[in-house]
């Protein structure tokens, strides 16, 4: 049998147990799947042996970290400079992101966009930046910190009270805030402005209606979570895990079902 998990802090609101179980159960595998909560980065690598994983999902906070700890670094993950998926093979530790290809699937229904701006500069933000430049989407970074804009050097990155530009296409929340509280990822009256300009908005987070859904809906902006990225990015990683080819349609049933 092979065991599965995913990775983060927090780790409890996480539905990829019940999808990737689900998916694994309609494809007849010998698997099963779980969560872990860590908290200390530097312990990823040992946890992972220490466990006998075949292969895991990485959240938030690790996602760079993950990357780090590879033996063998898919070239995606490589220039995203952060990994979501772990897979062992042959004694090896390959690192991959999935959640880049994850993103433009949940956002193919939204249509026309020329110019986005990420708020936050983690992991995350570095898959979704990478996934809209690689579809001609200019990126604009934006976050409360410049600790991590050296990272994305390629890319125009400003503070939130540096920001003066505010007419985007898509607006995407790639931080925690949200996600155990009452956080926005930045000021109320900033986001105002933002999206007084009406863009399409992205919430990274799911299972929750976060403070920045909240102010979306308020606005009238056409907005999502990140429920249909955690499905994809999900049916991306167990092809990965499971060297499966073919099966899309049938993964992708398994899991929503697993969703409803």
């Known amino acids: 049998m092979k065991y599965f998990c995913v990775i983060g802090d927090p780790i409890h609101h996480s539905k990829s147990p019940r999808i990737h179980n689900n998916a694994i159960k309609s494809l007849g595998l010998d698997g099963i799947y779980t969560r872990y909560h860590l908290q200390d980065k530097e312990k990823l690598r040992q946890i992972f042996y220490e466990l006998g994983l075949s292969g895991a999902n990485i959240t938030l906070p690790f996602k760079e970290q993950a990357l780090k700890i590879a033996d063998i670094q898919d070239p995606m993950a490589l220039k995203i400079g952060a990994a979501n998926t772990l897979v062992l093979k042959n004694s090896k530790l390959h690192a991959y992101n999935t959640d880049a290809p994850g993103f433009l699937k949940a956002i193919e229904e939204f249509k026309c966009l020329k110019k986005a701006l990420i708020l936050g500069s983690g992991g995350t933000a570095k898959a979704l930046a990478h996934a809209l430049r690689g579809e001609g989407i200019e990126v604009q970074i934006a976050n409360r910190s410049g600790a991590k804009f050296a990272e994305f050097k390629d890319f125009p990155c400003a503070l939130y009270e540096d920001l003066r530009e505010f007419q985007f296409d ?21 986001l105002a402005e933002i999206l007084r300009h009406k863009p399409c908005a992205f919430e990274v987070i799911y299972g929750k209606e976060t403070p920045f859904l909240k102010l979306c809906k308020t606005h009238q902006i056409f907005c999502k979570d990140g429920l249909d990225m955690l499905l994809w990015q999900g049916i991306f990683a167990f092809e990965l895990f499971f060297n499966v080819r073919d099966r899309r349609e049938l993964l992708k049933k398994a899991m929503q079902e697993a969703l409803k």
Do not use: E, I, K
């Open 170 to 190: 898509l607006v995407v929340n790639s931080t925690a805030a949200g996600l155990s509280g009452d956080d926005l990822p930045c000021s109320q009256d900033l």
